[in-house]
């Protein structure tokens, strides 16, 4: 089920909160639809890449890395037909000349509802004209067209036009593909939702090319194994759909397109695309360059553009998806033994109303909190050296500030899936207790054992 709008106000609250997200230049007012990612933010979306990267280049032999430029020259961008089609239609409000997309028609509505309401929408508004999103800039001392260049709006240019050097390089054979995990810039009309559609955003992107007959299959494929991906990091299915692209909305280059959505709070949603986009671009790149970028097979001995299919996913989006899916504010009390027993007097710590983020161990920012149970009697050095010796292996926190249920909550909040306590048993058998996050199961471990058995869960 969905989460309703409440709850996604308690998410972007949670996520200022704790430092995942922060207004972006928050102290002169915002940048609109520009965000910061703060301490815990950074490690949720390095994981994310590390799990992307890992599942579509690390463990296949026939997927390259590449980082191309973010300035991008403006040849590259008028082959591929940004500079002319890469808009969106642009209304504006005749009362107030606020702007919208044209085909934003929940947005307009809610507009005039909110600051116009004795106003109708029909006569109020002006024909729709073409914004291009693409943001310009120049490179070198003088600001004139022949210096223009622009920040790319999509990753993907820069592999097309470096097909031909990893081709040579890395001797790669068809079918093969090639990586790339980097940020974009767009000039959205109305950017919104949080970090679901902002200004400058971070892609997952790959192009994978196949022979012409090959095209149909390994789209199909690629469509099953990127769906699958959201599902093994947790992603719950009921959230999580797939939606053909009608052919009066496919893109002029794509013979077919699918998104994976997922079920916000305001509707489903687009986490990540899946085209075929045929050999357009290596085509058009061929022509306006007047380089070969064809493919010459050795087997068959023919020679052609490859066709190219591209799972393409937004990072800030996959990361909005996978806290959403694990958020949950907890109507009862949660308990442990070291809560019960220890330290827990005020009822605060056990308030209704808390809240888990049950996020996948391997995207979790923080992997193993440690906590001595009091701040005296030897414990917290015994719980220094055992976050001292984790560290060097996870992302790890250490905490003796409040009562140990408050702790608990703290890491609980933020999707740390176990705490390690050191308790006075601790200074006699050499053992600490082990605590799960969404169990809440508690385990006695010897301190030698703990970085392995986090090893052993995290591989399971």
Not at 37 to 62: C, H, M, Q, T, Y
Not at 144 to 154: F, G
Not at 247 to 258: G, I, M, V
Not at 302 to 310: G, Q
Request: aromatic share 10%; glycine share 6%.
């Amino acid at each position: 089920m969905a989460q309703d709008n409440n709850q996604m106000e308690k998410i972007v609250s949670l996520c200022k909160r704790r430092g995942f997200v922060y207004p972006s230049a928050e102290i002169y007012g915002g940048t609109g639809a520009v965000w910061d990612f703060g301490p815990l933010g950074v490690l949720l979306k390095n994981n994310i890449k590390a799990e992307w990267w890992r599942s579509l280049v690390r463990e296949r032999d026939n997927v390259v890395g590449l980082e191309s430029a973010i300035l991008t020259k403006r040849e590259v961008l008028q082959a591929s037909g940004h500079e002319k089609g890469f808009t969106d239609p642009l209304i504006e409000c005749k009362i107030c000349h606020e702007r919208f997309r044209a085909d934003h028609e929940h947005l307009i509505e809610e507009h005039f509802k909110k600051s116009h309401r004795d106003k109708e929408i029909k006569g109020n508004l002006t024909d729709a004209k073409s914004f291009n999103l693409m943001f310009k800039t120049y490179m070198g001392p003088v600001d004139n067209e022949k210096n223009l260049a622009y920040l790319r709006p999509e990753t993907a240019q820069g592999i097309f036009v470096n097909f031909k050097s990893i081709l040579e390089t890395s001797r790669v054979k068809m079918p093969f593909g090639i990586a790339q995990i980097g940020k974009s810039f767009r000039n959205e009309i109305t950017p919104g939702n949080f970090i679901f559609r902002t200004r400058e955003f971070e892609q997952m992107e790959m192009e994978y090319f196949v022979s012409p007959e090959a095209a149909p299959a390994e789209y199909k494929k690629w469509i099953e194994e990127r769906k699958k991906w959201y599902l093994d990091l947790g992603i719950k299915s009921d959230n999580l759909r797939l939606r053909a692209h009608a052919s009066e909305e496919l893109a002029h280059y794509a013979a077919a397109a699918t998104d994976i959505e997922y079920q916000f709070s305001f509707g489903w949603s687009e986490l990540e695309g899946i085209a075929n986009r045929q050999d357009y671009d290596l085509r058009c790149h061929a022509e306006k360059s007047g380089r070969d970028l064809q493919y010459f097979d050795e087997e068959t001995g023919k020679k052609y553009f490859p066709f190219v299919i591209e799972p393409a996913a937004g990072v800030d989006r996959a990361a909005l998806a996978f806290i959403a899916d694990a958020y949950e504010e907890k109507s009862e009390a949660r308990s442990t033994k070291h809560e019960t027993n220890y330290n827990v007097k005020n009822s605060s710590d056990r308030s209704e109303g808390e809240v888990v983020l049950h996020l996948n161990p391997k995207l979790a920012p923080i992997k193993v909190a440690v906590f001595p149970l009091v701040k005296k009697d030897k414990l917290p050095e015994m719980a220094r050296d055992i976050y001292n010796g984790l560290k060097k292996q996870y992302f790890v926190a250490y905490d003796e500030a409040g009562s140990v249920g408050r702790r608990y909550r703290r890491q609980d909040e933020i999707g740390t899936p176990w705490c390690v306590t050191v308790d006075f048993d601790s200074l006699k058998d050499n053992a600490v207790t082990l605590r799960d996050r969404d169990t809440m199961k508690q385990e006695r471990v010897k301190i030698d054992d703990i970085g392995r058995i986090i090893e052993k869960k995290l591989d399971s």
